[in-house]
């Protein structure tokens, strides 16, 4: 791990947000680089001055009884003027209904959120937000790729004795998607297969694996921080593809993928 590598990291590392390989690689370049290790004392230092108490003012006991009464006010007011409201025949108490209404607004929140997102399991969405850290992992410097061809003669082979399968590495160049390298990377509890292509300057992470659940090579869509991502399953790989290349070109190399 370098510098920059390490101060990317660190506010991560602070938080013990990262795995235990991660978190290794940290605390290694922290023995052994001075530099970094002043960073971290920084941190650490506004960390503790933002914890000092005198930063924080508490609403004094008047304050909070002033907004209780206005909440209780306005949930009376809000009863009254809705008679037949199914809220009433509940026969909800005043801080009940302002809960009750709270709660409303959460679920419709997150009600929003899944509706918006084709991808619903929530096994996907743990498996979609790794291979979208992979992917950003991968965009720092010296990270893209373990094995540098543009031949799938090369990249394919290089996989052999690494993983437990031989991925597909298809050509796909006459069609605009130029194979730029391969590299392994650890995603959903297993090693990956990831394949890289470029399409002008975007970089596109191809991860997959073999498929062990059943096909449905529906191709699934969402997007997140900028980048998207596509994931289906075929009979025999599932595939993730992550970019920052629009949805409608990104599509077109996923239909290319799933028909090869
Ligand atoms: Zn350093």
Same mark, same amino acid.
């Given at each position: 791990?370098?510098?920059?590598?390490?101060?990317?990291?660190?506010?991560?590392?602070?938080?013990?947000?990262?795995?235990?390989?991660?978190?290794?690689?940290?605390?290694?370049?922290?023995?052994?680089?001075g530099n970094c290790r002043q960073a971290q004392?920084? +941190?650490?230092? /506004?960390?503790?001055?933002?914890?000092? $108490? =005198? #930063?924080?003012? @508490?609403?004094?006991?008047?304050?909070?009884? &002033?907004?209780?009464?206005?909440?209780?006010?306005?949930?009376?007011?809000?009863?009254?003027?809705?008679?037949?409201?199914?809220?009433?025949?509940?026969?909800?108490?005043?801080?009940?209904?302002?809960?009750?209404?709270?709660?409303?607004?959460?679920?419709?929140?997150?009600?929003?959120?899944?509706?918006?997102?084709?991808?619903?399991?929530?096994?996907?969405?743990?498996?979609?937000?790794?291979?979208?850290?992979?992917?950003?992992?991968?965009?720092?410097?010296?990270?893209?790729?373990?094995?540098?061809?543009?031949?799938?003669?090369?990249?394919?082979?290089?996989? +052999?004795?690494? /993983?437990?399968?031989?991925?597909?590495? $298809? =050509? #796909?160049?006459? @069609?605009?998607?130029?194979?730029?390298?391969? &590299?392994?990377?650890?995603?959903?509890?297993?090693?990956?297969?990831?394949?890289?292509?470029?399409?002008?300057?975007?970089?596109?992470?191809?991860?997959?694996?073999?498929?062990?659940?059943?096909?449905?090579?529906?191709?699934?869509?969402?997007?997140?921080?900028?980048?998207?991502?596509?994931?289906?399953?075929?009979?025999?790989t599932t595939y993730w593809v992550v970019s920052?290349?629009?949805?409608?070109?990104?599509?077109?190399?996923?239909?290319?993928?799933?028909?090869?």
């Open positions: 791990m370098n510098c920059t590598d390490s101060r990317i990291y660190l506010p991560a590392y602070l938080d013990d947000e990262l795995d235990v390989a991660e978190s290794l690689r940290v605390q290694r370049h922290l023995s052994e680089c004392d920084e +941190q650490l230092a /506004l960390r503790s001055a933002l914890r000092d $108490p =005198d #930063l924080y003012a @508490l609403p004094s006991a008047d304050f909070s009884k &002033r907004i209780e009464a206005a909440v209780r006010r306005a949930a009376k007011e809000e009863a009254r003027s809705q008679p037949s409201s199914w809220f009433e025949s509940l026969r909800l108490g005043s801080f009940q209904w302002v809960a009750a209404a709270a709660a409303l607004v959460i679920v419709t929140t997150v009600g929003v959120f899944f509706v918006t997102n084709s991808m619903r399991s929530s096994h996907d969405q743990l498996v979609a937000s790794a291979v979208l850290a992979g992917h950003i992992r991968s965009l720092q410097p010296g990270h893209l790729f373990d094995v540098a061809s543009t031949d799938e003669h090369t990249v394919k082979p290089w996989f +052999q004795g690494k /993983l437990d399968f031989s991925p597909p590495v $298809p =050509d #796909l160049s006459e @069609l605009g998607w130029i194979l730029v390298g391969g &590299r392994l990377d650890y995603v959903d509890g297993r090693p990956v297969a990831v394949l890289v292509y470029k399409r002008r300057m975007h970089n596109i992470n191809v991860f997959l694996w073999p498929n062990h659940g059943s096909a449905d090579d529906t191709i699934r869509q969402e997007d997140a921080q900028g980048y998207q991502i596509l994931h289906w399953n075929g009979a025999e920052d290349l629009n949805k409608t070109e990104l599509l077109g190399l996923a239909q290319a993928l799933r028909g090869h």
